[in-house]
């Protein structure tokens, strides 16, 4: 057997009567959030569904049963926002550095130095002042007194060993 529920005439003519003074109280409760004072409004109409007893009362008006549980409404949702974490939005996590942890930093430029010690000095100080001085290759290349080719090919041996070197 299905519960007894509100005449859907009776809770158009409800909503009509008091939708509007219902939705402007519980903008004030919600501080102004109309998405969820809308929420709220429609789940106090729920409740007068589910509820057909609330109706067959002698009150004068429904509007203070509608007001009080729009409140318990309110009161508990906002209850249960503040039980949850604080949820973040998707420019939020966004911005949020991740997790780094400076041992394992360390690690990686101590790996660097033994991989760049195992290197030849000319292979050495051309990555040198390629990569951790900014040097152009014609820079380098006058810097060294080398041929510019020379600078490029000794990059490109050197961070093959370097490469081999870091993945042994």
Do not use: N
């Not at 299905?2 to 501080?31: K, V």
């Not at 004068?60 to 949850?84: C, G, H, K, N, Y």
């Not at 900014?134 to 000794?154: C, F, N, W, Y």
């Amino acid at each position: 057997m299905t519960p007894a529920r509100t005449d859907e005439r009776a809770l158009a003519a409800l909503q009509q009567e008091h939708g509007r003074a219902l939705f402007r109280f519980i903008l004030g409760l919600t501080f102004g959030d109309r998405h969820r004072a809308e929420d709220l409004v429609q789940e106090t109409f729920v409740r007068v569904w589910q509820h057909p007893e609330a109706l067959r009362s002698d009150h004068e008006s429904m509007r203070p049963w509608l007001f009080t549980v729009a409140r318990r409404l309110a009161i508990d949702a906002r209850r249960a926002r503040q039980a949850r974490p604080k949820e973040l939005s998707d420019m939020a996590l966004e911005k949020t550095p991740s997790a780094v942890d400076p041992s394992e930093r360390s690690m990686a430029g101590l790996d660097v130095r033994q991989a760049l010690a195992g290197l030849s000095a000319e292979h050495r100080a051309v990555l040198v002042l390629v990569y951790f001085r900014g040097m152009s290759v014609a820079e380098a290349s006058e810097v060294l007194d080398i041929p510019p080719g020379t600078v490029k090919s000794r990059t490109y041996y050197a961070l093959r060993g370097l490469k081999e070197a870091l993945q042994g």
